[in-house]
Nanobody, 115 residues
Framework: QVQFVESGGGLVQPGGSLRLSCAVS????????MGWYRQAPGEQRELVAT???????NYGDSVKGRFTISRDNAKNTVFLQMSELKSEDTAVYYC?????????WGQGTQVTVSS
């Protein structure tokens, strides 16, 4: 059974920063790509960033230059450093990890950017 522990969400003012963490446990196999997606109310889930075990990275266009993804393979943990946050970054952020031939999803953590 795969378990996700997501942390770091919360309320931040525009221009501020937050760091999300997601630790994946319960897998004896190597984890493939990990990443973050987000979903705002009334919107479709969209890509934020993904990273492979070899640190190949892909960012969504709306976060390029502001967000940085990284991972600790030894701890099966992925991080998302978010800077220069905007109100439009407000969403539930979901961690994802690929293993056993499919994507698994965390429960999500709320990020709210508001003054």
């Amino acid at each position: 059974q795969v378990q996700f522990v997501e942390s770091g969400g919360g309320l931040v003012q525009p221009g501020g920063s937050l760091r999300l963490s997601c630790a994946v446990s319960g897998s004896a196999s190597s984890i493939g790509p990990m990443g973050w997606y987000r979903q705002a109310p009334g919107e479709q889930r969209e890509l934020v960033a993904t990273i492979t075990s070899l640190d190949r990275i892909n960012y969504g266009d709306s976060v390029k230059g502001r967000f940085t993804i990284s991972r600790d393979n030894a701890k099966n943990t992925v991080f998302l450093q978010m800077s220069e946050l905007k109100s439009e970054d407000t969403a539930v952020y979901y961690c994802t990890a690929y293993l056993w031939g499919q994507n698994y999803w965390g429960q999500g953590t709320q990020v709210t950017v508001s003054s």
